[in-house]
């Protein structure tokens, strides 16, 4: 057997989509915050720690921003590939490369700039940090869509019910805020993950039916 | 393989333009201000950012927790408690 028989490009592209969430969670959550001297996470950001005066802004941006962008992008091509969903669900993968590019642009526009001056750098940053849920969103739909006619995969209708509107509503109060929020850390980064655990459930999913057609 | 050959090229690719980009600070010409020191594309001085956030008080308190180092946030904080 030839060395292209054997390689399953999928396993691979659906993998990614698994490591988005342990890796925003393990980094953003616990190592970043941990390495960055004084650095309170119940009530900063995560845009603070790739920001121009973080000492860590290289590490944050490349590993950080850059790479889950990056995941999430390769997933997505995975999911446009994927010979186990039909047509809405493959075009959900546009909106979530859409999602994925904006989230890796968030790494080269870094955060809140030197003494908080209104830059182009900042707005550019803003806008990607806070709208790649506009995709994702639509993504999710598209799944929903998928889900309720593909029955291999319909017990995902569940966590997408119970997560979605949850992370929704999160990600439109952090993108249009109406007042003060309180534990901003806090909530950014809960606001960040719900989505990610969703993609997370649809790419073990993938993974799981990809393993069963084609086992190693 | 070889589209993973190329989708892993591509991966490195940007990875290492953001690695280039974040130690060069290729993009600081970015940095300028827009306007003057205010918050943001709210308000561009103090006297204007003391009027705009006294009926906009939610839109200055977020762009103040997403921009904490902003000078006039520290100012406006103070005269929160003063009052």
Not at chain 1, 14 to 37: H, Q, R, S
Not at chain 1, 84 to 110: D, E, H, N, R
Not at chain 1, 128 to 157: D, G, H, Q, S
Not at chain 1, 191 to 213: D, E, G, H, Q, W
Request: hydrophobic share 50%; with cysteine.
């Amino acid at each position: 057997m030839s060395l292209n028989n054997k390689f399953n490009l999928d396993k691979y592209l659906l993998l990614a989509g698994i490591f988005t969430l342990p890796l925003f969670v393990i980094l953003f959550w616990i190592i970043f915050p941990l390495i960055y001297p004084g650095y309170n996470i119940i009530t900063t950001g995560v845009s603070y720690l790739g920001g121009s005066q973080s000492p860590i802004k290289t590490l944050v941006n490349v590993l950080g921003f850059g790479l889950w962008g990056v995941l999430t992008m390769i997933f997505s091509y995975g999911v446009l590939r994927s010979k186990f969903l039909t047509i809405s669900g493959k075009i959900a993968g546009i909106p979530l490369i859409l999602g994925g590019f904006m989230i890796y642009l968030v790494s080269l526009f870094q955060g809140p700039s030197k003494e908080g001056l209104y830059t182009l750098a900042g707005e550019l940053h803003i806008f990607f940090a806070n709208y790649p849920f506009i995709p994702i969103t639509i993504a999710v739909f598209l799944f929903l869509f998928e889900f309720a006619i593909n029955k291999k995969f319909r017990w995902l209708i569940l966590p997408i019910i119970i997560l979605g509107p949850i992370s929704l509503y999160l990600s439109y109060q952090r993108a249009f805020p109406s007042g003060k929020i309180p534990y901003f850390g806090i909530f950014q980064r809960a606001s960040l993950t719900l989505p990610f655990i969703i993609i997370m459930l649809i790419a073990i999913s993938l993974y799981k039916s990809n393993k069963k057609v084609y086992p190693e | 393989m070889r589209i993973g050959i190329v989708i892993l090229f591509i991966a490195i690719l940007l990875l290492g333009f953001t690695l280039i980009v974040n130690l060069t600070n290729a993009f600081s010409f970015l940095d300028k201000p827009l306007i003057g020191k205010g918050l943001g594309p709210l308000c561009s001085s103090l006297s204007d950012c003391e009027d705009f956030c006294l009926n906009n008080m939610g839109r200055c308190n977020s762009y103040c927790q997403t921009n904490p180092s902003n000078k006039i946030c520290e100012l406006l904080t103070l005269k929160d408690f003063q009052n």
